[in-house]
């Protein structure tokens, strides 16, 4: 019995013999002498060994021993036909691991507990704007909200991940990702350290110290215990190290970072109000956010007088904020991997229910000899489990494979969510095993709905060759899949060309021979500081091989390739009746001829000249200058109000530096002065080598405290940048190609089966007269029209799901005839090719020899 | 063997269970004294194959209609002890009558017993 404790067969051996015992007993009393009372009762029981047998048969598992031996007569089937196994076991791999990386991607971003104290009272703090949500608002608005609104627990705050350099003994300089936080952060994530210490007071009036990540410090450093106090050269500076961090320690809504670094803290208002920042709010317990927000609003409004203008501020959850911050492309990859799964699981489904149709003589005989429908249906069930639990196995090690392939792969892949180290394991294995469940269920079930339509006594008449067997099922199998593949092939089609159009965009300026130089200061700027250097870019132009240089600031990318920093200082312009007033501005800014060493050409006015250092001057792009409402050409001449009224000496075309989206940022450049310059853009013919010795040279006789850090051309970034739309449009190619194929098999499968079982009728067609060209047309027919319903209905949902695909998309609309209508060709093409070989079969039929075999 | 023997009967097959039970109600008892009684009982007519009885009892604790402990015997020897649970009385009462009606109606068709001698 269930539950019940099992009782031992030597429990059973010693009742027996204690049975055995009082026999002998009682034959002793009787006046047998021992040992004959002692074979008296043995003669008296019998058999011992058959009482044993039945009691180890009656305390068994029936039902489990039967499922044992099905299982291995299943195994042992399935085994010995490869060619139904194997392509069912792999396409089900394929398909599960694509949805078990799915599903981790999933749960690292919605499902899991968030490991932060409070957590779902954390929220990010954005300011709303005509154009959507900005996740960055002004440091100085965070900060007055923990100040003044009684409902904010604790403000955090958070600077960029970025890549900064460590620079090693010998001079060479080793990219790390910093991240950098205030102490409200550090208290938001309940940070604790595992040698050490966290940031104090001291360290974020400073500025000074950084505290290691435990990967950092077990891959890096070996796991030296002794690092607390000793120093790292970051981006030339030297930094004493406070302390490592626990194990898995995590930042709200940032990956894990190689260095942590202090953000120093403001002390100016000015100041704050120009920095943004990701800011962190914990509210009070009990507080619901839509109600704060009014009181949030009042407390914008009191600080608009001193930033010029309202920030409206919203807030976001937590989860909500990952969500947006999630990597999109690994969404769409694993998107597609799902939509493979139900493919697979359809082409497999129909696999079985051709097998199914292949032994229905064998099924029919079975039952008409009494086999109970049940045993049946456990007998299919247990062959979807084996096929899916072997799938669900080679499935799991492929995802682990594609997780950490992906990882290494793709630029970033470690802040990419399900492959940044919050992998769950057991949620991926029971997810696993309930998809598992889920196709064996499925797999059973088609096969069991075939036997309860079949015509028992004609099945049996008819043989082998029996035709009750209806292909309905497996025709709108075969639709299903050619539907999926039609939807996925869509969707493939027009991110291709959305990425390819945006990789392939003019950049609008010039590329060749010009390499993006990232400056590296030994020294924290000090508030006020001016940054004009009047010395540094003539002496660099007087060296031969350089043939312009310019210094920047603020350009969005600079940071690191492809990631782009979420600190940046934001102008925003005056709410004076202009409605630029409303549209936060990329502020750059920009050391004189710098539009002529990048290549970017002036659409009006001029480029900065020298002495536009000290005059209150800017130049917008195309973007900004369409959102300013200044109809075209005539902001040459306007001024912004503000403090200070500053003129637009010119306007400059689009360009993108970076291809960090699909949108042009409207921009504002400003000449250098306030802005201390990150980075240095020089046209030269020099090697990269020779060019870093000419920098370093001038940068030593004129620019002390700086050195230069990496160098790259933009040719080269370019190539990087648009390495991750190559590999996506690659990875949605595999899972496409694999699904027309599956589909385009799948049909083929079909027509073969049903010209093979109405082989007698065609041989009497062919009798009656029909050319073979009638009949390669009628099986033609068949696939096409089944082709067409699948892709009709494809169509359909990708027009359905336009909605949602088109926010992905750039330069190309969800409902593109051109490319939905080369996807329909196409694999209407495909299912007449399909069809092509089964026809010619049905073409080739010898009447004679069909009729004979009857 | 002895004419006494001879006329001892095998007892039916599916009928072992119901004596089992019916000599439980008396009381807890061993194996041995199980088949001891139904032997006695049925005034020596009934032969209870012993290799038959264990795996029965054992059937009649997995449906739960017994009860077993190890416990020791009047001559103090050690013993495993069956109670009839109240699950194993009332599938006893239903099957009693079941039994009655049955062998009723087995006895209308072979009619009255022929007179002995």
Known sequence: ?854 | MTTQEKERLTILQGTLDLLILRILILGPQHGQGIARAIQSQSDDVLLVDHGSLYPALQRLENRGWVAAEWGSSDNNRKARFYTLTKQGRKYLAQQTSQWRRMSKAIGRILGPEPAEG
């Open chain 1, 1 to 854: 019995m269930f539950g019940r404790k099992k009782r031992r067969l030597s429990d059973f051996d010693s009742e027996i013999k204690s049975h055995l015992d009082l026999a002998t007993q009682q034959f002793h009393e009787v006046g047998l002498d021992e040992r004959e009372a002692h074979y008296a009762a043995l003669r008296q029981f019998g058999n011992v060994t058959i009482a044993r047998e039945r009691f180890y048969e009656a305390r068994r598992w029936r039902w489990l021993d039967a499922l044992g031996s099905e299982l291995g007569h299943a195994l042992k089937k399935l085994i010995k036909t490869p060619r139904f196994t194997l392509p069912a076991v792999l396409t089900l791999a394929l398909g599960l691991g694509g949805a078990m990386t799915f599903y981790s991607a999933f749960h690292s971003v919605f499902l899991r507990t968030l490991p932060f104290p409070g957590a779902n009272r954390i929220y990010r703090l954005v300011t709303n704007t005509p154009t959507g949500p900005n996740p960055w608002p002004s440091i100085g608005l965070a900060m007055e909200l923990g100040k003044l609104s009684p409902d904010v627990e604790r403000v955090g705050l958070l600077e960029g991940f970025i890549q900064s350099y460590w620079i090693l003994d010998g001079g060479s300089s080793v990219p790390v990702q910093t991240l950098s936080f205030d102490a409200g952060t550090q208290d938001i994530a309940g940070l604790k350290p595992s040698l050490g210490s966290l940031f104090k007071d001291d360290a974020f009036a400073t500025g000074n110290g950084v505290i290691l990540s435990h990967r950092f410090w077990k891959s890096r450093l070996g796991s030296d215990p002794t690092v607390v106090g000793h120093t790292l050269n970051i981006d030339n500076k030297r930094q004493p190290i406070l302390g490592v961090l626990a194990e898995g320690a995590e930042v709200p809504l940032s990956p894990e970072a190689d260095v942590y670094r202090p953000i120093k803290a403001l002390t100016s208002q000015q100041e704050m109000n120009d920095t943004t920042c990701t800011a962190l709010l914990r509210l009070r317990s009990g507080i619901q956010p839509e109600a704060v927000l009014p009181r949030f609003l009042a407390v914008a409004q009191s600080l608009k007088q001193g930033l010029g203008f309202l920030e409206r501020p919203g807030l976001q959850t937590l989860r909500k904020a990952m969500a947006e911050d999630a990597d999109l492309r690994f969404f769409i990859v694993c998107g597609a991997a799902a939509l493979f799964l139900l493919l697979a699981t359809a082409n497999v489904a129909c696999l079985f229910l051709a097998r199914a149709a292949e032994k229905s003589w064998e099924t029919s005989v079975r039952l008409c000899l009494g086999a109970p429908t049940l045993s049946l249906f456990r007998k299919f069930l247990v062959e979807g489990l084996v096929v899916a639990l072997v799938s669900a196995g080679f499935g799991f090690w492929l995802n682990m494979v594609l997780a950490g392939s992906l990882r290494a792969w793709l630029p970033g892949g470690e802040t990419l969510p399900g492959l940044n180290g919050t992998w769950d394991h057991l949620g991926v294995a029971l997810f696993g095993f309930a998809l598992v469940i889920l196709i064996t269920l499925l797999l059973g079930l088609i096969p069991m709905l075939q036997i309860r339509r079949l015509d028992l006594s004609l099945a049996v008449q008819e043989g082998h060759r029996s035709q009750s067997v209806r292909t309905k099922g497996r025709t709108a199998l075969v639709v299903a899949q050619m539907t999926l593949a039609t939807l996925m092939l869509c969707a493939t089609a027009l991110l291709g060309r959305s990425l390819w159009t945006m990789a392939h965009r003019p950049l609008g300026f010039k590329t060749e021979k010009l390499a993006m130089v990232r400056l590296l200061y030994d020294h924290h700027p000090k508030p006020g500081e001016r940054w004009e250097n009047p010395a540094f870019l003539p002496a660099l132009r007087a060296r031969s091989g350089i043939q312009s240089a310019a210094l920047t600031f603020g350009f969005g990318g600079v940071a690191g390739m492809g990631i782009v920093s979420t600190v940046g200082r934001n102008a925003h312009i005056g709410e004076d009746g202009n409605s630029l007033a409303k549209t936060p501005l990329q502020l750059v800014g920009l050391s004189e001829e710098a539009f002529g060493t990048l290549g970017v050409s002036l659409i009006q006015g001029r480029d900065f000249k020298a002495e536009d250092a000290q005059r209150h001057v800017c130049i917008l792009n195309r973007e900004a200058e369409r959102l300013a409402g200044f109809p075209r050409g005539k902001a040459e001449g306007q001024s912004f109000l503000g403090k200070e009224p500053t003129e637009i000496i010119g306007v400059v075309n689009d360009f993108h530096l970076f291809q960090d989206g699909g949108s042009t940022m409207p921009m504002r450049f400003e000449p250098l002065g306030r802005f201390r310059p990150d980075a240095l853009f020089v046209r030269s013919t020099l090697s990269k080598k020779d060019l870093e010795a000419t920098i370093s040279s001038v940068m030593r006789e004129t620019f002390p405290g700086v050195k230069p850090g990496s160098i790259d051309e933009l040719n080269e970034i370019r190539g990087e940048q648009s390495l991750p739309h190559r590999q996506i449009i690659a990875m949605l190619g595999v899972f496409g190609g694999a699904a027309i194929l599956l589909a385009a098999l799948g049909l083929s499968a079909l027509l073969s089966d049903s010209v093979s079982r109405r082989k007698r009728e065609l041989g009497i067609r062919a009798t009656l007269g029909a050319t073979s060209e009638r009949l390669i047309g009628q099986v033609m027919l068949q696939g096409l029209w089944r082709t067409g319903l699948g892709v009709g209905l494809g169509l359909a949902a990708a027009l359905a799901s336009g909605r949602y695909l088109q926010s992905l998309l750039f330069g190309i609309r969800a409902n593109d005839p051109k490319t939905l209508g080369a996807v329909a060709s196409l694999l209407l093409f495909l299912g007449l090719v399909s069809s092509l070989i089964p026809a010619l079969r049905a073409a080739s039929i010898d009447p004679a020899k069909a009729l004979r075999e009857e």
